[in-house]
């Protein structure tokens, strides 16, 4: 952090910046711990700043989880905030005193843990009466974005909450890390609840089944594990690869998986590979997994992934302009998750500098991001992304059509085809289907001269150089 951003932070002591040096830490730990340690761990974490920032005192709800976040993150999390405050932290433990959540500067992000956020081991039998649900709230079909990779999953899903036991049961959704499965599972969850509040739903990870079985195994105490998933109206099962070689779990699973079925009771089942893609699980489950709906979950595509930068940083009192969201979503393709981190890495520098959310900012934001994807430009990205941007299709490159919302963007891709590769007049014309040097010449001097006077145009193309030199 330079010297100007440390006054800056100092200087708003008063507003919570305490809030936010936490909240850049958070944000960084997102980023690079696994969902689970980290939903688990830090989410929950509760950070008391001093006023000179020289101590941060973290609250955990007891002695075990103090010992834990000790051993395993206590000497990360100091060297982070010494990186980000640009000085030494002091780091303190503390289990948490009733009254310090009043006082406690909370983060925004570290809301009291939910019981889906809960370690499976630190779970604690339900007694009677107080059976959870572990659903997540803020998971719901509202917060979820849609768009071609998700619709048919999500119009699934949203039949299954809707009308539940009755089609699409099992319904099995499958797809690569952060594509939004437990989003959609949460949701459903959510959902039926909200039209039923009665009814008996439980969210629960596969390896949380997997320690349950072990524990009625151990306590002998079959009858209780039967009573909670047999009596189940919406069984909600995230991850269910975790069950693979684990032959207990898997009798089990298979003896709730018919109990439920028999009784109308419906099942949702995620998994990071279609049913029989699943290594080492029984025949006859697999069999069961494919027999309702299996769905998958694509990876997003760019207007899905605007539409979801802009959604998400309008939910945390942002506005995100379209253009950086474009900006954003370019360069930030795998998944949704990423997505999020690379949100959270804006939002915090933008909060720091107290700097208006840009294009620039955002490049300098996501620096460690960009820096190691390859920067070589080509002809064939220059398309891809012009043709987004216009919303036309790359095909029309190359296409002899000539309309003006055709042409015109084809026109922009040669000019920045010329301006921002090493490639000749020719070459370009031959990569936009075998047009001639002179087509190529014409269009990057009529564009470079309009790009003097058209303010509108000149800023469309600094849009354009900037997401493709990231
Ligand atoms: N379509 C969407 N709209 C809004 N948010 C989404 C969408 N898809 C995913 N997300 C968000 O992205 C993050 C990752 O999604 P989620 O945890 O559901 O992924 P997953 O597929 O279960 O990943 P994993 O296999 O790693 O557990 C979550 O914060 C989720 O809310």
Redesign the pocket.
Known sequence: MSEGQHNSLAAHASLGAGDSLWQACVDQLAQELP?QQFNTWIKPLVAQVSEDFSRVTLFVANRFKLDWVRAQYSSRISSMLEKIYGQSVQLELAITPREASAKSYSSPSSPVPSAAAEPAELQEDAGPGTFKNRLNTA?TFD???E?TA?RMARAAAMHVSGTPGQLYNPLFIY?G????????MHAVGNKLLSDRPAAKVLYIHAEQFVSDVVKAYQRKTFDEFKDKYHSLDLLLID?VQFFANKDRTQEEFFNAFEALLAKKSHIVM?S?TYPKGLADIHERLISRFDSGLTVA?EP?ELE?RVA?LI?KSRSEGTEMPEEVAFFVAKNVRSN??EL?GALRKILAYSRFNQKEISIQLAREALRDLLSIQNRQIGVENIQKTVADYYKIKVADMYSKKRPASIARPRQIAMYLAKELTQKSLPEIGELFGGRDHTTVLHAVRKISAERQNVTELNQQLHVLEQTLKG
Not at 177 to 184: A, D, I
Request: glycine share 14%; proline share 4%; hydrophobic share 35%.
């Open positions: 969902e998971l917060s979820l974005v768009g998700n797809g890390v952060g594509l939004g499965k437990t989003h959609l991850d995620t990071d979950l997003p899905m979801i959604n949704v998750r999020e």
